[in-house]
């Protein structure tokens, strides 16, 4: 426990640092790749530019943020772990943490409900439901449906920018070498679940009376071709930001305050910029009207209704990482940003100094 909070509500540090992401203003860009494993991010970042040198934090919570230029553009690259709770973070604190637009891409990986989408298979789905386990359902029962109570709730569908959409479908066939046969897949459903066994229909020891789950998801969802568990929550808060009352108090937080913690949260900072860099500039109140602007790529790893369950080799998943980081990146310069909804660049990580 670190040292007493003056304010719960949104904790930051004295030098301006959220909470659990562990950053600031000024170390993360506009442009956003977001994936789930450290050692993805690594790889797409290996294709940002040699300048400015790259930075690189990770924060104590397991969140690690890579920012420099790609092609001469700010983007960051940031790894947040698994689940909607991480998306949350993710979210809301590099949002509390960038003046302007935010344009944000989640490269991950899935698995298929579709024959349509094999595996190896890329998917960039143009909606999402939202499945979540029913905790007052008597788990403990023998029956399907002892109390009359469904035992998994689906969401109704929230899609992502359509814009941004079309742009990383093109971008990743953009970004295949030549010969690659890998199909890039733009017009399916993704479900994400609220956790990787009961709610994504997967059969253990524990009494999740969830047999039937995969079968009521076919039934109910339109289109329905992946099952993961993050991509719902980012499409789903990007339409609330959206969507929120311009005059609303909640858009204009006051950050002259004290600082909401005395006790900072401890980033590592591994490469040459440090974390106590000469970065002063105060936490920044997003404008107005700003949007975030969100779409996703994923990976199919495993065919879930295949009769042979296949999965997805490892030779494969390097290969699609590595062109398929590109190709994310590559859809993010292309989404255009006018200048003055832009972070400021004096006193970030990806200024060129002399």
């Known amino acids: 426990m670190k040292d007493k909070l003056t304010d719960a509500n949104f904790p930051r540090t004295a030098d301006n640092r959220v909470y659990h992401l562990g950053l600031r203003p000024g170390e993360i860009a506009n442009r956003i790749v ?8 690594l790889i797409i ?3 940002l530019d040699k300048e400015p040198t790259k930075f690189r934090l990770e924060s104590e919570r397991g969140f690690q943020t890579i920012t420099g230029r790609y092609k001469g553009i700010p983007v960051s690259v940031i790894s947040i772990g698994m689940g909607a709770p991480n998306m949350d973070f993710f979210v809301r604190e590099t949002r509390e943490c960038v003046t302007g637009d935010m344009v944000i891409i989640r490269l991950g990986s899935c698995g298929s409900l579709n024959l349509s989408a094999p595996v190896g298979t890329v998917v960039v789905p ?3 439901v939202f499945i979540t386990r029913n905790v007052d359902f008597d788990f ?27 742009i990383v479908i093109d971008s990743l066939k953009n970004a295949r070498p030549p010969g690659d046969q890998t199909v890039v897949e733009g017009n399916l459903v993704n479900a994400s679940a609220d956790s990787f066994y009961s709610s994504q229909g997967r059969l253990t020891s524990f009494p999740d009376h969830n047999s039937h789950l995969v079968d009521e998801l076919m039934r ?4 329905l071709g992946t ?15 959206n969507n929120r009352p311009k005059s609303s108090t909640s858009t204009k937080p006051e950050h002259t305050t004290p600082p909401l913690t005395t006790g900072p ?15 002063t500039a105060p936490a920044p109140a997003a404008i107005v009207d700003s949007k975030i602007h969100v779409s996703a790529a994923q990976m199919v790893f495993a065919a879930r209704t295949s009769a042979n369950r296949d999965f997805i080799l490892p030779e494969r998943v390097k290969a699609i ?17 006018p200048n003055e909804r832009l972070h400021p660049e004096e006193g970030s990580v990806w200024s060129f100094k002399s």
Not at 155 to 165: C, E
Not at 227 to 241: F, I
Not at 265 to 279: E, F, H, W, Y
Not at 321 to 337: M, N, T
Request: charged share 20%; with cysteine.
């Open 220 to 223: 109910q969802v339109d289109g």
């Open 140 to 166: 403990g029962s023998f029956n399907d449906e002892p109390s009359g109570q469904e035992a998994y709730r689906i969401s109704k569908p929230v899609s992502d920018d359509s814009r941004l959409h079309q």
């Open 126 to 128: 143009k909606a999402c």
């Open 45 to 47: 970042a290996t294709h």
């Open 34 to 41: 977001t994936v789930g494993s450290p050692s993805r991010a």
């Open 227 to 241: 099952l993961e568990m993050e991509t719902h929550h980012l499409y789903h808060l990007a339409k609330c930001w």
């Open 321 to 337: 990482e590595e062109w398929g980081g590109k190709g994310v990146l590559e859809a993010l310069i292309a989404y255009h940003i």
């Open 265 to 279: 949260v401890q980033p590592v900072t591994l490469d040459s910029i440090g974390a106590n860099s000469s970065i």
